[in-house]
C-alpha cells in the first residue's frame, strides 16, 4: 500500500519565478492538504483540496494556488517566488469521512530560493 | 497567536526512562488531538490520536492523555528507545463549521534518548 509521495524531493529556485509541486495521496484517500515548514517551526496550514475544489484556506497570499486532479492527486504551485518561501512543503492525504481525521504526510519537498 | 504551543523546545532521557512530552493548546473548539514523531530529511510520522470525548489513549509504548479543563494533552513513551529520538508535533483540529479538519501544529520538541 504506497503512502504519500511527492516531487521532487528537492528544488533551487531564484526569486521571482514560479514553482510546481506534486503529491500523490495514499490509497483510498480523497482530500489533500498542504502545509509549509519553515526551518524551527511546526507546519503551518496553506489549503485543502476536496473533489477538485479548494475547500479551506489558511493565512497565505493568493501567490499560493492549488490543483487537484480527478485521481485525487494535487498540486501546489507558487509564482513570485521570495525568499521567504524557502521552506519544506508537505503534503498530507486524509479520507474525507466526517472532520478531523488523520492526516498522513509525505516525505516532502525542501524548497531554496535564492 | 499560537493556538497549539510546545513550551520544551527539547527533553533529553536515559534509555528505558519515561519520556512526557507536554503540549498546551487555546482554542476550545479543537476535538481531536494528534501526536507526530520526524525525523530529519522526513515527513511527520502519525503516531496515536485522541478524541476529545476521551481522556486517554494507548497503543503499545505511546500513551495519550487530554485534560480537556486545563486545556492541556501529553504523549508519555514508556520505556524510551534511542531509535524514539526526533522531532515531536503535537497538533490538533476541529471538526466543526468550516474547518475540515484542518492542522493546527505545535512548534515540535525535540526528544533526545541516551543509551
Known amino acids: 500500500d504506497a503512502g504519500v509521495t511527492q516531487s521532487p524531493t528537492h528544488l533551487i529556485k531564484t526569486r521571482g519565478q514560479q514553482v510546481t509541486l506534486r503529491c500523490s495521496p495514499k490509497?483510498?484517500?480523497?482530500?489533500v492538504s498542504w502545509y509549509q515548514q519553515a526551518l524551527g517551526q511546526g507546519p503551518q496550514f496553506i489549503f485543502q483540496?476536496?473533489?477538485?475544489?479548494?475547500?479551506q484556506r489558511g493565512n497565505f497570499p493568493d501567490r499560493f494556488s492549488g490543483h487537484q486532479f480527478p485521481n485525487y492527486s494535487s498540486e501546489l504551485n507558487v509564482n513570485a517566488l521570495l525568499l521567504g518561501d524557502s521552506a519544506l512543503y508537505l503534503c498530507?492525504?486524509?479520507?474525507?469521512?466526517?472532520?478531523?481525521?488523520?492526516?498522513?504526510f509525505g516525505p516532502g519537498t525542501r524548497l531554496l530560493v535564492l | 497567536d499560537q493556538q497549539v504551543k510546545q513550551n520544551s523546545p527539547s527533553l533529553s532521557v536515559q534509555e528505558g526512562r519515561i519520556s512526557i512530552l507536554n503540549c498546551d493548546y487555546t482554542?476550545?473548539?479543537?476535538?481531536?488531538f494528534l501526536w507526530y514523531k520526524k525525523y530529519p530529511a522526513e515527513g511527520p510520522t502519525f503516531l496515536i490520536s485522541i478524541s476529545s470525548i476521551k481522556d486517554k489513549n494507548e497503543d503499545g509504548r505511546f500513551t495519550v492523555f487530554l485534560n480537556k479543563s486545563a486545556k492541556h494533552l501529553s504523549l508519555h513513551i514508556v520505556p524510551s528507545q534511542p531509535g524514539d529520538s526526533a522531532v515531536y508535533f503535537c497538533a490538533a483540529s476541529s471538526a466543526g463549521g468550516t474547518s475540515y479538519g484542518k492542522l493546527t501544529f505545535g512548534q515540535g520538541t525535540i526528544l533526545t534518548v541516551h543509551p
Open positions: 498530507a492525504s486524509s479520507l474525507d469521512t466526517g472532520r478531523g481525521k488523520t492526516q498522513y
Open positions: 483540496y476536496y473533489e477538485e475544489e479548494e475547500r
Open positions: 490509497s483510498g484517500h480523497d482530500t
Open positions: 482554542n476550545s473548539m479543537f476535538d481531536y
